[in-house]
T-cell receptor
Framework: GAGVSQSPRYKVAKRGQDVALRCDPI?????LFWYQQALGQGPEFLTY????????KSGLPSDRFFAERPEGSVSTLKIQRTQQEDSAVYLC?????????????FGQGTRLTVV | EDKVVQSPLSLVVHEGDTVTLNCSYE??????LLWYKQEKKAPTFLFML????IEKKSGRLSSILDKKELFSILNITATQTGDSAVYLC???????????FGAGTRLTVKP
C-alpha cells in the first residue's frame, strides 16, 4: 500500500476485554515497530520485527501484551485482559532496508480507551 | 540504560521567532538519529543524521549532530503557526535497528 495502515483507528474496550490491533506496513518493508504513546509523552518502544522474526520484545509492559507477524508482512498487537493503564495510542512504523540507514514511516495509530 | 532526552519539554514562541530544540542521548552502538514532527497522530519524518558536523537542511528547518558530545539540535527559523507540533527525536542502534524516542518537545507558535 501507499503508507502504513492501522486498524481500527479507535477502539473502546471494557476492562478485562481482549483487543487486537492490526498494522499493515508498506509493502516490502522488512522492519516493523510497535510503540505505545500516552498523552503528552513520546512513543515508548514495545517490540520490533525483522520480517517474521521478533527480534526485540523488551518493551512489552506485561505478559498480557503479545505481538506477531507470522508472514513477515501484517502484524497484530494483542492485549489480553485490558486494564485502564493500557489506554494510549498504539503506533506502528515500518522501514524497508535491513541493516541500512533508512527512516521509518508511521501509521495513524490506534487510540485505545479502556473503560 | 539507554537514554534519549529532549529539551525543553515545551516552548511557546511568536511567529517569526527562531527556535532551537535539543536532543541528547546515551545509547550503546549508536547508528543514527532521526527527527520527526508529530501534529496529530502519525509522526512524519524530518531528518536522519549519521555523521557529526554535517548540517541537514530543509527550508526553514535544519539539524546537526555532534557524536562526540552526544547531542543533536533542530533549528527552525522564521517560525509559523503551522510549525506548532511535537518534535520527536529518536536514536537507532546498530544491533537491531530499533528506534528509541525521547519524550518530545511541544512547540506552540502564536500569531
Amino acid at each position: 500500500g501507499a503508507g502504513v495502515s492501522q486498524s481500527p483507528r479507535y477502539k473502546v474496550a471494557k476492562r478485562g476485554q481482549d483487543v487486537a490491533l492490526r498494522c499493515d506496513p508498506i509493502s516490502g518493508h522488512v522492519s516493523l515497530f510497535w510503540y505505545q504513546q500516552a498523552l503528552g509523552q513520546g512513543p515508548e518502544f514495545l517490540t520490533y520485527f525483522q520480517n517474521e522474526a521478533q527480534l526485540d520484545k523488551s518493551g512489552l509492559p506485561s505478559d498480557r501484551f503479545f505481538a506477531e507477524r507470522p508472514e513477515g508482512s501484517v502484524s497484530t498487537l494483542k492485549i489480553q485482559r485490558t486494564q485502564q493503564e493500557d489506554s494510549a495510542v498504539y503506533l506502528c512504523a515500518s522501514s524497508h532496508r535491513q541493516g541500512k540507514n533508512t527512516e521509518a514511516f508511521f501509521g495513524q495509530g490506534t487510540r485505545l480507551t479502556v473503560v | 540504560e539507554d537514554k534519549v532526552v529532549q529539551s525543553p519539554l515545551s516552548l511557546v514562541v511568536h511567529e517569526g521567532d527562531t527556535v532551537t530544540l535539543n536532543c541528547s542521548y546515551e545509547v550503546t552502538n549508536f547508528r543514527s538519529l532521526l527527527w520527526y514532527k508529530q501534529e496529530k497522530k502519525a509522526p512524519t519524518f524530518l531528518f536522519m543524521l549519521t555523521s557529526s558536523g554535517i548540517e541537514k537542511k530543509s527550508g526553514r528547518l535544519s539539524s546537526i549532530l555532534d557524536k562526540k558530545e552526544l547531542f543533536s539540535i533542530l533549528n527552525i527559523t522564521a517560525t509559523q503557526t503551522g510549525d506548532s507540533a511535537v518534535y520527536l527525536c529518536a536514536v537507532v542502534r546498530f544491533n537491531n535497528n530499533d528506534m528509541r524516542f525521547g519524550a518530545g518537545t511541544r512547540l506552540t507558535v502564536k500569531p
